[in-house]
């Protein structure tokens, strides 16, 4: 499904992954690096607000879209 992966410092192949929902919205699948709540909200809100070009660059990426929901 359509994600994103978020980290403080170096990013790691464990870092907090948020889904894109079929509506634009995030939804956190884990906080794996441990990102402050305040800190996490805020990236959340900035993905939501960009989820159409990250929709679209996913599409241009991988040539397809699918949503865990």
Known sequence: P???H????IPTSSATKIWITR????????????I???KLNYIQRVK???SKEIIQKWYETFGE???YC
Do not use: F, Q
Request: charged share 20%; hydrophobic share 30%; with cysteine.
């Open 2 to 4: 359509i994600h994103v």
């Open 6 to 9: 978020v980290a403080e410092g």
């Open 23 to 34: 509506t634009g919205k995030c939804l956190l699948c884990n906080n794996n690096t441990k």
């Open 36 to 38: 402050a709540s305040k």
């Open 48 to 50: 939501e607000a960009r």
């Open 65 to 67: 879209i699918t949503y």
